[in-house]
């Protein structure tokens, strides 16, 4: 099994301010590696798949790279809305696994 | 629009069994393979079972093989979750998700909430 390490485990910034956010895989993953965002009573949305593609709809300030088993989620300038957990997930491999997520709370 | 709604979740006894439905609405349902996902109360996300298109091929996590079922109707547009021998550690919001044709996971049902408790 593919083990996902997400760091930090929590986030602190300012409205404004760029996040970034790191996700490490056990083993290569090409670039098979989504992230998704979790707001508090919500079902996670997709936010970037094949490491770097925005999915329909998301803004500009999001964004994906990396490739074999460092990624990193950046956003650029933090808006009130995008305070949330934040997870990847790996489909280069059965079982898909996820990171244990990144909280990002306002400072 | 792309619709996932889940039911069937609730309180069960230790060792009971359940059968949560997912219904699908928005696309075509058989031309998608479709994932349960779950997450217990303040914890992250756990991928449980993914079915194909037409039900072929099936993949459970360790942690539910021999115990969850996982299988779809195309004709009602329904994806199902039969879970026997549940245990405490079962407790978790049960999330049926949508594979894209690129693998990730691109919709997203509510999800229902399975509670096991004596």
């Known amino acids: 099994e593919i083990v996902m390490t997400q760091s930090p485990v929590t986030l602190s910034v300012s409205p404004g301010e760029r996040a970034t956010l790191s996700c490490r895989a056990s083993?290569?993953?090409?670039?098979?590696l989504a992230w998704y965002q979790q707001k508090p009573g919500q079902a996670p949305s997709l936010l970037i798949h094949?490491?770097?593609t925005r999915a329909t709809g998301i803004p500009a300030r999001f964004s994906g790279s990396g490739s074999g088993t460092e990624f990193t989620l950046t956003i650029s300038s933090l808006q009130s809305e995008d305070f949330a957990v934040y997870y990847c997930?790996?489909?280069?491999?059965?079982?898909?696994?996820f990171g244990q997520g990144t909280k990002v709370e306002i400072k | 629009e792309v619709q996932l709604v889940e039911s069937g979740g609730g309180l069960v006894l230790p060792g009971g069994s359940l059968r949560l439905s997912c219904a699908a609405s928005?696309?075509?349902?058989?031309?998608?393979?479709m994932n349960w996902v779950r997450q217990a109360p303040g914890k992250g996300l756990e991928w449980i079972s993914y079915?194909?298109?037409?039900?072929?091929?099936?993949y459970y996590a360790d942690s539910v093989r021999g115990r969850f079922t996982i299988s779809r109707d195309n004709a009602e547009n329904s994806l199902y979750l039969q879970m026997n021998s549940l245990g405490a550690e079962d407790t978790a919001i049960y999330y049926c998700?949508?594979?894209?044709?690129?693998?990730?996971?691109?919709?997203w049902g509510q999800g229902t909430l399975v509670t096991v408790s004596s």
């Open positions: 998700a949508r594979d894209s044709l690129s693998w990730e996971l691109d919709y």
């Open positions: 928005g696309f075509t349902f058989s031309s998608y393979e």
């Open positions: 079915i194909s298109r037409y039900g072929s091929t099936i």
């Open positions: 083993q290569s993953l090409s670039s098979n």
């Open positions: 094949d490491a770097s």
């Open positions: 997930q790996q489909y280069n491999n059965w079982p898909r696994t």
